[in-house]
């Protein structure tokens, strides 16, 4: 099974501020197949990024995904005060299960 | 606009079977995988099962000796259920959509989720 290590566990930025999030792989990720979700208290996940880098429907173009192999980012240029939320990357290229990274916490400062 | 409504019981007794039920509405659950996903209050998330509408099913291998995924394409409607349950089984669990081609495996439409507590 593929391990997810998302880091760091809580980042406290202001909004206008550019946010950097990392998730690392235990093993190679197929074909890139990592996705991003965005998690608001109470709320079901919702889908950001697949494929590493491309955005699904409707999401602005401040968030963009990059990396291969093992280390992958989620960046987020300007914060906007709706972005504060738990972050989550996944894996779905290995077999025969999905895994999710632990989170992080995206914080007003 | 697909939308994924769930339900079922929200306690559940200690060694007995949890069941949930989720009702695609909005599109047809033909030509897509259809998963359960749970979440620990507080922590993260864990991908628990997929079906398809023929049901060709795939299990997490930490929890496939107690989960059955099924499928209903009449009702347009599927289903898990966990046998044995124990207080670590206490989450709330989502029903979700995976997307075509390059994104089977992506989660797009998710349910609205239902806590389920295991106690007596």
């Known amino acids: 099974e593929i391990v997810l290590t998302q880091s760091p566990g809580t980042l406290s930025l202001s909004p206008g501020e550019r946010a950097t999030l990392s998730c690392r792989a235990s093993?190679?990720?197929?074909?890139?197949?990592l996705a991003w979700y965005q998690q608001k208290p109470g709320q079901a996940p919702r889908l950001l990024i697949f494929?590493?880098?491309s955005r699904a429907t409707g999401i602005p173009d401040r968030f963009s995904g990059s990396g291969s192999a093992t280390d992958f980012t989620l960046t987020i240029s300007r914060l906007e005060p709706e972005d504060f939320a738990v972050y989550y990357c996944?894996?779905?290229?290995?077999?025969?299960?999905?895994?999710f990274g632990q989170g992080t916490k995206l914080e007003i400062k | 606009q697909v939308q994924l409504q769930q339900w079922g019981a929200g306690l559940v007794k200690p060694s007995e079977t949890l069941s949930l039920t989720c009702t695609v509405h909005?599109?047809?659950?033909?030509?897509?995988?259809w998963s359960w996903i749970r979440q620990v209050p507080g922590q993260g998330l864990e991908w628990i099962a997929e079906?398809?509408?023929?049901?060709?099913?795939n299990y997490s291998p930490s929890l496939k000796s107690r989960v059955t995924i099924s499928v209903d394409t009449s009702k347009n409607q599927f289903s898990l259920k966990l046998t044995s349950v124990a207080a670590a089984d206490t989450a709330v669990y989502y029903c979700?959509?995976?997307?075509?081609?390059?994104?089977?495996?992506?989660?797009?439409?998710w349910g609205q989720g239902t806590l389920v507590s295991v106690s007596s």
């Open positions: 979700a959509r995976e997307g075509l081609k390059e994104m089977w495996g992506v989660f797009d439409y």
């Open positions: 996944q894996q779905y290229g290995g077999s025969p299960s999905y895994t």
């Open positions: 093993q190679r990720v197929s074909s890139n197949y």
């Open positions: 494929g590493a880098s």
């Open positions: 079906i398809n509408n023929i049901g060709i099913t």
């Open positions: 909005g599109g047809s659950l033909s030509g897509y995988h």
